[in-house]
């Protein structure tokens, strides 16, 4: 850097500046300082860099999996998160690392907030690691969850008001003249167990309580499908489902076309997340749709506002019914 300050004639904070791209620097010189930089091969250590400001030029993105141990970065709504996450911090030059953690123990996500490899975190989904959360967030400002909003919270949250998506599920079903209604999901975690409290708000509004059953299940899609699947055979007549995600969804699609069930005239669907592939379902998904791509802005941008030291508050998303074909 002294040997380019020199050929440039200028000082070697103003060529650091300059490859900055630091605007107090004249136009013309910080031109002139980069192209002597690309002429030379000269480039910044950016690990040194990183050293000498004591920043990791990185976001901690964690999938925590305490419920469900099987489910893997492939489900579709983690891929349309994290690609949302990735561009967004990509637009500030800061690198995504990736970690899904089975915890197996309650210092996991302190351990990471501590290693210096990330300059922050953000968490998608409470799981069962609401302990850890908190924890966490006493000791880590930098520190953002894509979750549910819980009354006293410590941990700083942006997701969708589960509770008012799972009432719109459970009014369009009973709108649609259904009568005989399943939730199917895991309710464990706060995000879903609030999409069935609201659901089941909407069937006691209803008088439908002594109809509305719920099946408890696992996620993944092979688990949801054989759940469901038995669930049919044991419970027929159930003419209305409003599944905790849109992957548990497509898991119900297809058992009950191999019962022979048609959708929505034998029993109608209702999903949550609106991913990319609800609209391309076969009939197309009714769904209630979270905005993931707001919500992933917002989590970034709220993590670097933390990290400069604003306190952010929970952020809670309208949730929007989308109809398609299975309703």
Known sequence: MQELAELAGVSVSTVSRALAGKTIINAKTRERVVELARLHGFKPNQVAQNLRLRRAQAIGVVMPMGHEVDQHP????????????????????????????????????????????????????????????EAAAERHRALMVWGARIEGQRHVTVGSDNVRGGYIAGRHLIERGKRKLLFLGNPSPPEFGQRQQGFLQACAEAGLSHSAHTLPIHLTSEAAYSAASAFLDENPGIDGIFASSDVVAMSALRALSEHGLSVPGDVAVVGYDDIMLAAHTNPPLTTIRQDLQAGARMLVDMVFRQIDGEICEPVQLEPELIVRATS
């Open 74 to 133: 492939s489900d579709p709504f983690f891929m349309t998160m994290l690609g949302y996450l990735a561009d967004a911090l990509t637009e500030r030059n800061f690198d995504l690392l990736l970690s899904r953690v089975i915890p197996s123990g309650d210092h996991w996500l302190d351990d990471l907030l501590d290693s210096g490899r990330v300059d922050g975190a953000i968490v998608i989904g409470q799981s069962d690691q609401m302990k850890v959360l």
